[in-house]
C-alpha cells in the first residue's frame, strides 16, 4: 500500500560485533578490532580502524596475518550470546520511543521506526540524538540514525549518517533542503539503495543511473518494464512514496542456510561428518522454531576457494 507524509527511522549501532565487545572490554577502544565468523574463519565484524587499514568484510584471516602483526590488531572469535542480550536490550531501548506498533526489528544490529506520530510532537533530530545519547549512556553502544519519507529513504539516510561526520549520527532528509539533499544523494553510489543487487546495479550502470539521484529522477514505469514491480517500489520509496510499511512478524523462511568455514583445513572424514551433523541440526532447531517444515535437506561441501591446486564441491539433496 502506498502512502504519503509517512516518516521512517533507522538505527543501526556502528560496528555492532566489535561495539559490543568493546563494553566489556575497553583496553579495546580506538585499536583496530575484528570479530571472526563460528570457527574463526574470516573477518565478520571491524571497528573504524580495522576498516582504514583496508580489511574488507568476509576477508579469511589467514590472508591477512602480516597486516594483522604490523598493526597489533586485536582479533576476536564471535560470542552471539553477548550481541544478541546487547541487541535485545538495544531493542527495547528504542521501543520506549514509540508505540508498540511503529516498531520492526530488522536485524540484530538494525532496527526500523515509524515517527510519523511524533512528528508535530518532537524535533524529529533531537529526538533521535536523545535516542543516541541514552543508547550509549545506557549500553555504550553508538549508533547513527537515518530519517526518510520511507524505509528505503531512510536507509539512504543512514549511510550518510554514518558516512559524514557533519550530521553528528542523524541525518534528517525529511527536513533538509532539496538543494542539499540532491548535492548529497549525487554523490551516493546506486549500489548503496536499499535491494539494488549487484546484477541490478551493472543493468543500472548500463542505463546512465550510477548514482542514487539518477535512480530517484528514474521513471518508475519504465523501471518497472527494465526490472520488476520491486524495483518500481524503490524508485517510488526513494521518491518519498511509502510502499512498504513496517512488518511486525518475520517473513517465513523460503530455506534455511546453516554454513560455516574451517578455521583450519580438515582431513579426517569423521571431523566432516560430526561438522554435517551439527549444522543440520541447528538448521533444524532454527526451522522449528519458526513453525515450518521442508521438502528438502542438501548438503554442499567445498574446499577453500583460495586454494588453487585442488577443487572438490559435491552438493547432495535428500528428500
Not at 524535533?123 to 549500553?139: C, I, N, P, S, V
Not at 521513471?219 to 518497472?224: D, Q, V
Amino acid at each position: 500500500m502506498k502512502s504519503e507524509n509517512e516518516i521512517f527511522a533507522l538505527v543501526d549501532v556502528n560496528n555492532c560485533y566489535v561495539s559490543c565487545e568493546r563494553v566489556f572490554n575497553p583496553a579495546l577502544n580506538d585499536r583496530p578490532t575484528i570479530v571472526l565468523s563460528n570457527n574463526d574463519g574470516c573477518a565478520v565484524a571491524r571497528s573504524q580502524e580495522a576498516k582504514d587499514l583496508g580489511i574488507k568484510m568476509g576477508i579469511p584471516v589467514f590472508q591477512i596475518q602480516d597486516l594483522i602483526k604490523q598493526h597489533d590488531i586485536q582479533v576476536l572469535s564471535s560470542n552471539f550470546s553477548l550481541y544478541g542480550e546487547m541487541s535485545k536490550r538495544f531493542m527495547e531501548l528504542l521501543g520506549d520511543y514509540v508505540a508498540p506498533g511503529d516498531q520492526e526489528v530488522y536485524s540484530i544490529d538494525e532496527c526500523f521506526l515509524k515517527l510519523t506520530a511524533y512528528e508535530h510532537l518532537f524535533d524529529l533530530t533531537e529526538y533521535a540524538q536523545d535516542m543516541r545519547a541514552k543508547a550509549w549512556r545506557w549500553l555504550g553502544l553508538p549508533c547513527c540514525i537515518g530519517i526518510g519519507r520511507s524505509k528505503t529513504e531512510a536507509k539512504i539516510a543512514n549511510h550518510l549518517a554514518k558516512k559524514n561526520k557533519f550530521f553528528n549520527g542523524v541525518c534528517n532528509l525529511v527536513h533538509m533542503d532539496p538543494c542539499s539533499t540532491e548535492t548529497l544523494l549525487a554523490q551516493v553510489d546506486v549500489s548503496e539503495v536499499w535491494g539494488v543487487g549487484r546484477q541490478n546495479c551493472k543493468k543500472l550502470n548500463a542505463m546512465g543511473v550510477q548514482s542514487v539521484l539518477d535512480l530517484i529522477n528514474a521513471n518508475p514505469k519504465e523501471i518497472k518494464k527494465q526490472f520488476s514491480i520491486v524495483m518500481e517500489k524503490t524508485v517510488l520509496e526513494l521518491q518519498g512514496l511509502s510502499c512498504i510499511d513496517l512488518s511486525d512478524d518475520a517473513v517465513a523462511k523460503k530455506q534455511i542456510i546453516s554454513s560455516r568455514s574451517y578455521g583450519n583445513p580438515v582431513y579426517e572424514m569423521d571431523d566432516i561428518k560430526a561438522s554435517v551433523r551439527l549444522y543440520v541440526a541447528r538448521a533444524v532447531k532454527r526451522m522449528r522454531e519458526d513453525g515450518s517444515i521442508c521438502k528438502m535437506i542438501g548438503v554442499y561441501i567445498q574446499t577453500s576457494r583460495f586454494d588453487k591446486s585442488e577443487r572438490y564441491s559435491p552438493y547432495i539433496v535428500v528428500q
